[in-house]
């Protein structure tokens, strides 16, 4: 807010969307279990907005019309390899579309991410677990509001590596949950504040952005009177 009367700004979004996913989650034995899915949706955004200078009583309007559309297939695969020790492996393959006008020009974006997934848990005993797991996330691509200098950004994409434990005493009173991990974000969408939207926030995605969690901490205790009680800590850098 300013004391100046200087700009006025309207936004008016209409977002339709659809979207449909069917999953099928099967036990094959004891041993081995298995996700397997598919995914599909739809987007459709109509916008409208205007961008006024009040000293030249001046207005600017602006438009846009995008759609969204995006398609994923995915399997997990789960197996005992012994009493005491499981593996989970994925695969994700996910499809990206946009295409995006506004009143002065056109724009589109195609995509296509593999996202795999790994994750090793071993039972120690009733009450002490640890698991490790290497993972790859994705963010799929936008359209920024009808006043954007930039009509759409493109997604992201992130390694994870983490390390964690799980541990339960005294008769399940007290929980104790603790992990590190590493995040490698690769064209980390962030908000443009260069060259920001007259018609709201505006979005860019170009960084790479590091950083891990030394630990993340969280104990519950539980009192004989059921009053429980958690301390979370985390440390970031």
Do not use: C
Request: charged share 15%; glycine share 8%; no cysteine.
């Amino acid at each position: 807010r300013s004391p100046f009367d200087f700009l006025r700004a309207t936004n008016n979004p209409i977002l339709k969307t659809t979207t449909g996913e069917v999953r099928l989650d099967t036990r094959w034995s004891d041993r081995i279990s298995t996700l397997v899915g598919v995914f599909a949706s739809q987007a459709k955004t109509e916008a409208t907005g205007t961008t006024t200078i009040v000293p030249f009583g001046l207005t600017i309007p602006a438009s846009l019309q995008a759609q969204n559309d995006s398609a994923a297939v995915f399997a997990t695969v789960f197996a005992k390899l012994n009493p005491t020790l499981d593996l989970a492996v994925g695969l994700r393959f996910d499809h990206q579309k946009l295409d995006a006008s506004n009143a002065g020009s056109a724009e589109a974006y195609k995509a296509n991410e593999v996202q795999p997934r790994l994750t090793l848990t071993k039972h120690w005993n009733d009450d002490v677990m640890t698991y490790a797991s290497l993972s790859r996330g994705v963010r799929g691509g936008g359209q920024n509001g009808a006043g954007a200098p930039n009509l759409i950004y493109r997604g992201d994409n992130v390694w994870t590596y983490e390390l964690g434990a799980k541990l339960a005493a005294f008769d399940g009173r007290l929980d104790l949950s603790t992990a590190v991990f590493y995040n490698d974000y690769n064209h980390y969408i962030g908000q443009n504040a260069l060259a920001p939207s007259t018609t709201g926030v505006g979005f860019v995605a170009g960084a790479t952005v590091r950083f891990g969690l030394v630990d993340a901490t969280d104990v519950t205790v539980v009192s004989s009177t059921r009053l429980t009680a958690r301390v979370p800590a985390t440390i970031l850098v």
